[in-house]
């Protein structure tokens, strides 16, 4: 203990003992391991918090090489974006291409198919009376 042999403890307990007396060596001694496990936890705390921090710093690391990762894939995104995949390009041309084809479709459709002419709106309707020969009045007084 603090680097002493058995030797140097039985030289400080015999000194101890001839300082204090026996009455107060008990009372020393609990005193003196209550400050002996103090300093004992302040030390293990101190450690606790050191080992804590190297934690923090290797983690530090570890989201730095994460960051180096992810900066070197959007690098490497934004150069297949510059290269002119793009898919709304795309669609744009799909679009353009299906509108062309539907007017070309409809436009052979319309020669394709036979005009009739509507006949014209008559402002005025009329209905006319089919008239009655009266076949015995013509016969008798056709002469008179």
């Known amino acids: 203990m603090f680097g002493m042999g058995f030797i140097e403890i039985l030289m400080v307990a015999v000194v101890a003992i001839l300082f204090l007396g026996p009455d107060k060596l008990p009372d020393a001694m609990v005193k003196v391991a209550k400050f002996m496990k103090s300093v004992k936890k302040a030390i293990g705390d101190a450690k606790n918090s050191l080992d804590e921090e190297l934690k923090i710093a290797d983690l530090k ?27 709304m390009d795309d ?10 084809s539907f007017t070309e479709a409809a436009d052979e459709a319309q020669k394709d198919t ?13 209905f006319e009376k089919k008239k009655k020969k009266k076949k015995s009045a013509e016969s008798k007084g056709g002469d008179a």
């Open 114 to 126: 036979i005009t009739t002419p509507v006949e014209p709106k008559k402002e005025k309707i009329t």
């Open 61 to 87: 690391e570890e989201a730095l090489s994460y960051k180096k990762q992810l900066d070197d894939a959007t690098n490497e995104l934004s150069g297949f974006k510059n290269v002119g995949i793009n898919p």
């Open 91 to 100: 669609i744009n041309e799909a679009i353009s291409g299906a509108k062309k």
